[in-house]
């Protein structure tokens, strides 16, 4: 009988250790697993170190600190070190390198979806065409048919991948805030915040914490217009060292409901009537108002959303809001109650409604348009994140419910410390795979930032996370690039649809062994919400301070500038026209009188109809007598960048004075403005020195909406032909009656007086937005042309109905 060889060594358990299932009851410690290789090695190092590792911690020593008096301190997870790497591995083979595997080498406690975009940004420059998997394409122009006239084969795998993936390339849209532009940025603290909050990015002076912003129009479809009479999103993704932190707010710090509850109400009212789904990014319909007159908690956001804030002038000139009372907490557990607010340093500037209107014709893309073009030149916009600060005590002091998102805090009672810049200066690389796939979720927090009580915050907390799961297909949307944090992610979280990160190891749950208890609980470090109490029984109802539904409506009116009161009712005068039902007319009316009788008044003579009885009020609290708050208004805030990023036209035509126009073409770009040589047609003009000039746009690509100023330069040898051309005329006219400044140097006058645009004001004062001079006048008149620009309007030549 032939004598078997020994391995050598000791081999006892080798066989389980070859094994996935059971082994001895003693740990087993062979030395070879057969015929030697290096992974077979590693693998009895992995098995060892894997059961030391286990032992390491033979019971949950934390347990008891989930119970009782010791569960209100969070507790760090119990862990343990292992003595080799390959401990925690999946596989004993993970140090086999390829190019897909990668190089073999674990970095321990490493996720690479935290990393730059720059991993998977793809460009093709120099390189063939591919299929999906990376098959060279012969053809591209044709199917694959038996024969030039025969059928086509089904075969063609490169034909059934291109349309199959053509044929999904689009997912759901959101709900609401459909339509959108964003922007990558930075967002810089101005000081150390840690006195009342532990969120990183307000850590120290002149930290910087990369952001992405998204804008949106709320109620209109991904095709709908920019410029719809609509509440704003402003929605900021902040990637920080502790997570991502989504402040994710709009354009006016009120909001239509109290009550998540009614979310779906609002929305269902707001969109296209579902008989005839129509119209479109509107609310100048009967639903809305139906719904609005029957539900007076409306009435304040009514007051802004029929505001000029509504028909911003861009993304870049519009505030922004948290909306909710949210909570700061500092490492000791402290907390404060803040509202958040971002403030333009371009100013708060709006459109006017008609130039609004005609804009949703002639570039329904004007607001994305403006976003991208000013990031590309360098024209970075920028903001400036306010914050409210108030303690519980202060609170409970004021004449309303902090938790009710249909009010505000005005400003002169608790004042807003500016506390850092957010600056966007890099536009995406492609809209679909950054802004479209952007997920937003008011639940996205960070330690240091807490929520509060408001029930409109608590539903959004489900309803942003929820749509996602559609939107982006399950529940790995974080691993979507943009969405993915610059912060570590460990977790047992496993599977799903879309998954992309590999996890090493068989432990997927918590507490553990057979991973050193990692991941692990991170205890005080980790995110920890404010220990408030609860009180009272189960109820369905608000507090009795959420009951006064007029009083801040009245705050907003009166503090708004007269020609900003003027387009408030012009803006219902609009609606309610619209509105078929002549009950739902009156009821909104009724509504109104509880705000102000003068504007009710106004608005009810608009309509050729009376001012009927108030609505019953919801409480007998009389109303609170606020005193007018001056940053309400648009007006207060001019902004400080003067005419940078500011669209000038300059009206060409045959005979124009060419050194003259070059001159202020280049004086405006100096100051930073956008200068654009408008004519009839694009191409060549003949000019007065004979220098020919090229026309960049014609009345029909660029009219008169388009643009924030108009200047019209001398013609030194005769009339201006523009002076027979109606497009030209109705840029002049438009203009005037769009508010916008109006410079006419020499003859250039005579075709202000073609289109008869007066230079003076029904009450006979000059209009400082038309102004005329001499050539040798040219620096004083620019000068002055620029100051009024730098004020956006001239609202002293605003009339109803408008001149012109």
Not at 61 to 88: C, F, I, Q, W
Not at 339 to 365: C, I, M, Q, Y
Request: hydrophobic content about 40%; aromatic content about 8%.
């Amino acid at each position: 009988m032939a004598k078997r060889k020994s391995n050598g060594g000791d081999v006892d358990g080798a066989g389980s250790v070859l094994s996935t299932v059971g082994g001895p009851s003693k740990a087993p410690r062979p030395s070879r697993l057969g015929p030697p290789n290096p992974i077979a090695s590693q693998l009895i190092e992995k098995v060892v170190s894997d059961a030391q590792l286990a032992a390491e911690m033979p019971y949950n020593t934390t347990k008891a600190l989930e119970y009782g008096d010791a569960a209100y301190v969070p507790h760090e997870g119990d862990t343990e070190t292992p003595t080799s790497p390959l401990a925690t591995a999946s596989t004993s083979t993970e140090t086999v390198a390829s190019p897909k595997v990668g190089a073999g080498q674990p970095d321990l406690g490493d996720n690479p979806l935290d990393g730059p975009l720059d991993r998977v940004r793809v460009d093709d420059s120099g390189r063939m065409l591919t299929t999906n998997f990376g098959v060279p394409v012969a053809d591209n122009q044709h199917s694959l048919k038996a024969g030039l006239r025969g059928p086509t084969l089904m075969e063609d795998f490169i034909l059934r991948e291109k349309l199959t993936h053509f044929d999904h390339e689009r997912i759901p849209e959101r709900v609401v805030h459909a339509r959108g532009s964003a922007a990558h940025g930075y967002f810089e603290s101005y000081d150390d915040l840690s006195a009342i909050t532990g969120a990183a990015l307000f850590g120290a002076p002149g930290k910087r914490t990369p952001a992405f912003v998204r804008f949106s129009t709320a109620v209109g479809e991904r095709g709908s217009a920019d410029t719809v009479r609509d509440v704003r999103g402003f929605a900021v993704k902040f990637y920080t060292e502790q997570g991502n932190w989504d402040l994710v707010g709009n354009n006016i710090p009120v909001f239509f409901i109290q009550d998540a509850m009614k979310f779906p109400d609002v929305v269902h009212a707001l969109k296209p009537e579902p008989h005839h789904a129509m119209p479109q990014a509107q609310s100048a319909h009967d639903t809305y108002w139906d719904f609005a007159s029957l539900s007076p908690e409306i009435a304040h956001m009514l007051l802004w959303q029929m505001s000029d804030r509504a028909i911003p002038r861009s993304y870049r000139t519009m505030q922004g809001f948290g909306v909710h009372t949210f909570r700061l907490v500092n490492a000791r557990g402290a907390s404060v109650f803040c509202k958040f607010h971002w403030t333009p340093v371009a100013g708060t500037h709006s459109l006017v409604w008609d130039e609004a209107l005609r804009l949703a014709g002639a570039d329904p893309d004007f607001h994305r348009r403006d976003l991208w073009e000013a990031i590309d030149s360098g024209q970075f916009p920028e903001w400036e994140l306010g914050l409210q600060v108030f303690s519980e005590a202060q609170a409970a002091r004021l004449p309303f419910d902090v938790l009710d998102a249909t009010k505000l805090v005005p400003e002169e009672l608790v004042p807003l410390r500016a506390v850092g810049k957010l600056v966007l200066n890099r536009n995406p690389d492609n809209f679909f795979a950054e802004t479209e796939q952007v997920a937003f979720c008011a639940a996205h927090v960070v330690p240091g930032i807490d929520f509060s009580n408001d029930p409109l915050l608590q539903g959004r907390l489900h309803s942003y996370i929820d749509t996602q799961l559609t939107r982006l297909g399950g529940p790995n949307f974080h691993e979507i690039a943009i969405n993915s944090p610059v912060a570590p992610i460990h977790n047992n979280q496993r599977e799903g649809f879309h998954r992309q990160q590999i996890n090493r190891g068989r432990v997927n749950y918590e507490p553990n062994s057979l991973a050193g208890g990692c991941p692990f609980q991170a205890g005080a470090r980790g995110f920890v919400s404010v220990p408030e109490a609860s009180q009272g029984n189960q109820v369905r109802g608000k507090p009795a301070l959420f009951a006064d539904h007029y009083s801040q409506a009245r705050l907003f009116w009166i503090s708004q500038a007269p020609v900003e009161q003027d387009h408030i009712v012009q803006a219902f005068r609009f609606e309610l026209t619209r509105v078929q039902t002549p009950a739902v007319r009156k009821r909104v009316l009724a509504l109104l009188a509880n705000v102000d009788e003068v504007m009710v008044t106004r608005v009810a003579a608009s309509l050729g109809m009376d001012v009927p009885a108030p609505l019953p009020p919801a409480t007998d609290r009389p109303p609170h007598p606020y005193s007018p708050s001056s940053p309400l208004s648009l007006l207060s805030r001019p902004g400080s960048v003067g005419i940078a990023t500011r669209r000038v036209a300059l009206l060409v035509a045959a005979g124009v004075d060419g050194p003259q126009t070059r001159k202020l073409y280049a004086a405006l770009l100096d100051l930073g403005a956008a200068p654009r040589l408008v004519g009839e047609q694009i191409g060549k003009v003949a000019a007065s020195d004979d220098a020919p000039l090229d026309v960049e746009l014609s009345f029909e690509a660029g009219p008169s909406v388009l643009f924030d100023a108009v200047i019209v330069p001398d013609y030194p040898d005769g009339e201006c032909t523009l002076s027979r051309d109606a497009r030209a005329l109705e840029f002049l006219r438009l203009q005037f009656r769009h508010l916008k400044p109006m410079l006419a140097v020499g003859s250039g006058a005579v075709l202000l007086r073609t289109a008869h645009i007066p230079d003076r004001l029904p009450d006979g004062e000059a209009d400082p937005g038309v102004i005329a001079a001499d050539s040798c006048d040219l620096a004083d008149a620019l000068a002055q042309f620029v100051a009024v620009l730098g004020r956006h309007r001239v609202y002293v030549r605003d009339t109803d109905p408008p001149r012109l």
